[in-house]
């Protein structure tokens, strides 16, 4: 995760002194478009489980009936594409957020009806973690327990790594693009000029980087 943040912050930093038109004969739309659906269609599968069950399990296994948390997926992506379409310009900028509140508000619902007349088909939502929540935590931080294998690593290790995630910084770098000339369309505002390419991009390698640590 390091690496790929770090790769972001070498393609920001030359962003920053050549500017983006490079970017956009480097990957044009019809290059971004195919990379961008593919990455959705590797992940639907992913979606499709995670759909049929619920939060709730015993012995290993979701009480939900699939059925239900089908619906709640089900109007979730309505939500999703009705925000989308028809939504004001703010709610165009967070469709998927809105969604999922939406889901998540069904999910509840149908959770509320399943205690109170103890169907545990109908129990999508464990509210038993929110019991453990805090308001205030200080989380656990990855590098601590890293230190202590620093000095198992070596060239071929790093080189190793490098292999593996560097290509993903790339593949995740057409998304960005994506994402950005998407939203450019919706405002009106071309993104990767205003307030600039390299200034997300660099957010978004430190990001990646302090989410590793």
């Known amino acids: 995760a390091v690496l790929a943040g770090l790769v972001y912050v070498v393609i920001a930093t030359v962003v920053k002194l050549v500017g983006v038109k490079w970017i956009n004969k480097l990957m ?31 012995d290993g296994a979701s009480v939900a009936s699939p059925y239900v948390t089908l619906i709640c997926g ?3 992506l309505f939500a999703i594409f009705c925000f989308s379409v028809y939504g004001k310009k703010m709610a165009k900028l967070v469709p998927f957020v809105l969604g999922i509140l939406v889901g998540y508000i069904v999910a509840t619902i149908f959770t509320v009806i399943g205690i109170a007349t103890d169907n545990a088909s109908l129990l999508v939502i464990n509210f038993e973690a929110f019991k453990e929540m805090t308001i205030f935590a200080v989380p656990d931080f990855t590098f601590v327990e890293a230190l202590k294998g620093v000095k198992e690593i070596d060239g071929s290790f790093i080189a190793t790594v490098a292999v593996a995630y560097v290509p993903v910084a790339f593949v995740v770098f057409a998304e960005h693009i994506a994402d950005h000339k998407n939203l450019s369309s919706i405002i009106g505002s071309d993104l990767l000029e205003e307030p600039g390419l390299h200034r997300t991009l660099l957010g978004d390698g430190i990001g990646s980087i302090a989410g590793a640590l």
């Open 74 to 76: 089900i109007v979730t």
């Open 28 to 58: 044009p739309p019809v290059v971004i478009g195919p990379t961008v659906a593919l990455i959705g269609l590797s992940l639907a599968v992913n979606a499709v489980n995670d759909l049929k069950v619920g939060k709730v399990m015993v």
